[in-house]
């Protein structure tokens, strides 16, 4: 009975930076939970308040659907921003 994961990259990254890649990596070796990582890096790029925050929206209602049993790990930047919308809506 494994507990499970969401990774939500920050603002700019994606799934191949180094430190993202270290971080799934290491749940994975742990071999006691199943990770989802969250690539949203197609909408987490240009400009931080016209392209990327309105994003965060969309991503929040999505982990809302996912929400059962999930342990949310938040990066950096932008998912400060989904961590508050998160909590404000009451979706975790």
Not at 17 to 45: G, M, P
């Amino acid at each position: 009975n494994r507990s499970s994961m969401i990774y939500v990259h920050g603002y700019t990254e994606s799934l191949d930076i180094l430190s993202v890649r270290t971080v799934i990596t290491a749940y994975l070796t742990r071999n006691d939970t199943n990770i989802f990582a969250l690539d949203w890096s197609n909408y987490s790029t240009g400009n931080y308040i016209t392209e990327a925050i309105p994003h965060v929206i969309g991503v929040s209602q999505f982990l809302y659907y996912v929400k059962s049993r999930i342990f949310l790990l938040l990066d950096r930047s932008v998912c400060g921003s989904l961590a508050v919308l998160l909590g404000r809506e009451g979706y975790f």
